[in-house]
């Protein structure tokens, strides 16, 4: 159900997600914190930016 969201309103003023509202979103993290966020764009491969592994 990619591009489908659970949510039948969008999150507002910041709010934080609950896991599994945005199925096809991507959590970088690297020890255990966020470096960047990416997008399922098949069951095996997330696209983000080149950026996000810079410094790794």
């Known amino acids: 159900h990619c591009g489908i969201s659970s949510l039948s309103i969008p999150?507002?003023?910041g709010e934080d997600?609950?896991?599994?509202?945005?199925?096809?979103?991507?959590?970088?993290?690297?020890?255990?914190?966020h470096i960047c966020g990416g997008s399922l764009?098949?069951?095996?491969?997330?696209?983000?930016?080149?950026h996000c592994f810079y410094y790794l």
Do not use: D, K, M
């Open 17 to 33: 997600a609950a896991v599994g509202n945005w199925p096809w979103h991507v959590n970088l993290q690297y020890f255990g914190y």
């Open 41 to 50: 764009i098949s069951r095996e491969w997330v696209l983000t930016a080149a």
């Open 11 to 13: 999150a507002l003023e």
